[in-house]
């Protein structure tokens, strides 16, 4: 059963940019889609966009100018990266694999745009 | 903002029957593309209840269904249980985004 795990910095300062590792562990990246998704304080569940494995992107409009979604397949994971954040930004990031049957998710890391 | 909405809450009491409506348009619900359904306790990754729009993964109860019509699919709890009180969350893609779209949320309340 494949699982997912973010990884990286908890605390962002404004202005940075916000780098997040999702590594795919029980299966391989190949063949699917992966996508980030975002849940601020106390909010809903936002796409921020997904990749395909070959590396085709696909970005929310509201986030394209400052996201980059990329994928590394012989390190079975893929990356996020948001430039220039605001506390805006602070939020729960999910990862998931994107999949007819529902999307598998990712336990979720919490960033905190924050000086 | 979401494309999906949903209502901000619902109630019942335990044993009633809750339902749960995302609405949507022409470009995502309305165009044939799926929905599926999560639900998500606090401080946890939301779980997978409904996919493509009526089924349900193995492990997940038969009180759990969902239906779509035209440009609205609705999610139905009954026999509501204690362990149900969650947030709610629809999904589905939207072609004029080029992008997939979650519903605005619903918080089930048990009474």
């Known amino acids: 059963q494949v699982q997912l795990q973010e990884s990286g910095p908890g605390l962002v300062k404004p202005s940075e940019t916000l780098s997040l590792t999702c590594t795919v562990s029980?299966?391989?990246?190949?063949?699917?889609?992966w996508s980030w998704i975002r849940q601020p304080p106390g909010g809903g569940l936002d796409y921020i966009g997904d990749?395909?494995?070959?590396?085709?992107?696909s970005y929310n409009p509201s986030l394209r100018s400052r996201v980059t979604i990329s994928v590394d397949t012989s390190k079975n994971h893929f990356t996020l990266r948001l430039t220039s954040v605001t506390a805006a930004d602070t939020a729960v990031y999910y990862c998931?694999?994107?999949?007819?049957?529902?999307?598998?998710w990712g336990q979720g890391t919490l960033v905190t745009v924050s000086s | 903002q979401s494309v999906l909405t949903q209502p901000p809450s619902v109630s019942g009491a335990p044993g009633q029957r809750v339902t749960i409506s995302c609405t949507g348009g022409?470009?995502?619900?309305?165009?044939?593309?799926?929905v599926h359904w999560y639900h998500q306790l606090p401080g946890t990754a939301p779980k997978l209840l409904i996919y493509?729009?009526?089924n349900r993964p193995s492990g997940v109860p038969a009180r759990f269904s969902g239906s779509k019509s035209g440009s609205s699919a609705s999610l139905a709890i009954t026999g509501l249980q204690a362990e149900d009180e969650a947030d709610y969350y629809c999904?589905?893609?939207?072609?004029?985004?080029?992008?997939?779209?979650f519903g605005t949320g619903t918080k089930v309340t048990v009474l």
């Open positions: 493509a729009n009526s």
């Open positions: 022409s470009s995502n619900i309305g165009a044939g593309y799926d």
């Open positions: 998931a694999r994107v999949d007819n049957s529902g999307w598998t």
């Open positions: 029980g299966g391989s990246i190949s063949n699917y889609y």
């Open positions: 990749i395909f494995y070959t590396g085709s992107t």
């Open positions: 999904q589905s893609y939207d072609s004029s985004l080029s992008g997939y779209v």
